[in-house]
Nanobody, 126 residues
Framework: LRLVESGGGLVQAGGTLTLSCEVS????????IGWFRQAPGKDREGVAC????????YYADSMKGRLAIARDRSKSTVRLWITTIRPDDTAVYYC????????????????????WGQGTQVTVSS
């Protein structure tokens, strides 16, 4: 299983950022997908997750109202949108996968996710 993030870079505060996670090697529908981020000097934290099958979504409380996550099966891709982006959203953003057939998982628990992308840097300027 391989995950590749894209869409990062330098963005202006107040805009909308779209990140993509392309999944290859195994069918996307075998996995629940999460987005995480890690700011300098901080622990990695869960941002958003999407559960395969019913499409249920989970969002970090600190960012609720500014996030959307959706799966594009035709492109084997899961996208994350962050609106009204702020300088404190600056971080490396990662996507990760957990097998939907496995045990219960928690969107906030990085250890539940088995495969990770290499990350994409997002820097928000004020």
């Amino acid at each position: 299983l391989r995950l590749v993030e894209s869409g990062g870079g330098l963005v202006q505060a107040g805009g909308t950022l779209t990140l993509s996670c392309e999944v290859s090697g195994w069918p996307l529908d075998l996995y629940n997908i999460g987005w995480f981020r890690q700011a300098p000097g901080k622990d990695r934290e869960g941002v958003a997750c999407e559960r395969n099958g019913d499409g249920r979504t989970y969002y970090a409380d600190s960012m609720k109202g500014r996030l959307a996550i959706a799966r594009d099966r035709s492109k084997s891709t899961v996208r994350l949108w962050i609106t009204t982006i702020r300088p404190d959203d600056t971080a490396v953003y990662y996507c990760a996968a957990v097998d939907r057939r496995g045990p219960a998982w928690d969107c906030a628990a990085t250890t539940d996710f088995i495969s990770w992308g290499q990350g994409t840097q997002v820097t928000v300027s004020s």
